[in-house]
């Protein structure tokens, strides 16, 4: 199991056999530094992906980047994110994020899709190149369903995508609901939640939830 160690600002790792913990990249003290093993620096590791190839991908949330990190080696690079605050698609660093939190892989590994928490975006990065595009989410607060920009999330946190690599699922935490998003086109649906915090079970938007 890896785990990003937000507060500590590491990646560790976690035999499941036995529970034996191990600090695969990471200082341990906040910073922004490429390198291997401890020689490397994350501000706030949220989220991370892992590849078949044996790679992971990290939201470095308060770097506003997104970082790969080699299981084999501990080797950090980043990938896309210019480490100042903003909405810009770009390749590599002349993209920016905005607290990027979630983050889910695509079944053959090509592209990264993530939920960018502040900046109320779903946005997508090419594995290959560090390409950024935003595929869903006008980067303004709100809760309307829609395609590409004419969307809105609120706090977009936690993303999973299906098996066959055609649907997003993301908790929309500051809407306290469960949102659809179409990989091909961008089109965001709400699939769950009625936008009022609560706990109520139900179908739909009869269901309740509270910062998901």
Known sequence: VFVADSSGNEIRRV???????????GSGEFGD??????????????????????????????????????????????????????GADGVGDAAQFDNPAGIAISPDSTALFVADFTGHKIRRVEVATGAVTTLAGGGTMGSADGVGDAAQFYNPSGIAISPDGGALFVADYGNDKIRRVEVATGAVTTIAGSGT????????????????
């Open 197 to 212: 915090s609560g706990s109520a079970d139900g179908v739909g938007d009869a269901a309740e939830f509270h910062g998901p």
């Open 15 to 25: 035999e499941v056999a036995t529970g034996e913990v191990t600090t695969l990249a």
């Open 33 to 86: 530094a490429d390198g291997v093993g401890d020689a490397a620096e994350f501000y706030s590791p949220t989220g991370i992906a892992i590849s078949p190839d044996g790679a992971l991908f990290v939201t470095d949330l308060d770097n506003d980047k997104i970082r790969r990190v080699e299981v084999a080696t501990g080797s950090v690079t980043t990938i896309a994110g210019s480490g100042q605050v903003g």
